[in-house]
């Protein structure tokens, strides 16, 4: 019988020959930070423009966001990769720390606050994008990773990109442009 191994076979496989797992979890664990960055300013951002066309735009993408964090964390599950919470940490007060930025406005959100969360939303969606393509290529050699969920993952993010983006470039035109 030629069925695949069950997830959890497939977790105790070891990383194979060539990959230095050591430095995978350094990478995985780095991106996970960023993920929770990201996750964070995601809802945040959603949060501030409720009830606006951009806010209906970015709750679903901050919803996918969230998922996308998810993935990740079973993507190390599966690959029995350790979560430092030391850079989980680190990335939750990034994201706290990166609201106390000038905006221009003393109290509530600008029009350049925003643009800027927006560029760093797309930032972080572009290294996101950036693992799951690594993942994948890695995916040809190691077993744990299932290409198909990875494929996903990375269109989900390239569709993330172009909403963001979408709205990035308005709000440049709005925050930048006299009398905007």
């Known amino acids: 019988m030629n069925a695949s191994p069950s997830p959890v076979a497939r977790r105790q496989r070891r990383t194979p020959p ?11 664990n780095d991106h996970l930070a960023g993920a929770t960055a990201g996750t964070g300013r995601a809802a945040r ?15 679903p993408v ?9 993935a990740l964390l079973a993507i190390m ?15 939750w007060a990034a994201e706290r720390a990166g609201r106390l930025k000038p905006n221009g406005h003393l109290v509530g ?11 760093g939303l797309r930032l972080g969606i572009e290294g996101k994008a950036a693992v799951w393509q690594s993942l994948r290529r890695l995916s ?6 299932d290409a198909a969920r990875l ?5 989900r993010a390239r569709r993330q990109q ?13 925050a930048l442009h006299a009398g905007g």
């Not at 990959?19 to 979890?25: I, S, T, W």
């Not at 951002?45 to 709750?59: C, D």
């Not at 599950?77 to 990335?91: F, M």
Request: one cysteine or more; charged letters at 35%.
């Open 18 to 28: 060539g990959v230095d797992a050591k430095l995978l979890g350094i990478y995985l």
């Open 45 to 59: 951002l959603a949060r501030t423009a409720r009830g606006s066309a951009l806010g209906r735009a970015l709750e």
């Open 62 to 70: 901050a919803a996918e966001i969230a998922e996308d964090r998810a």
């Open 77 to 91: 599950r599966d690959l029995g990769i350790p979560v430092r919470r030391y850079k989980v940490c680190a990335g």
């Open 109 to 119: 959100p600008s029009p350049l606050g925003i643009l800027l969360d927006l560029e």
């Open 140 to 145: 040809a050699a190691d077993e744990r990773l």
């Open 151 to 155: 494929d996903t993952l990375l269109e």
């Open 162 to 174: 172009d909403t963001v983006e979408e709205w990035r470039v308005r709000q440049a035109d709005e």
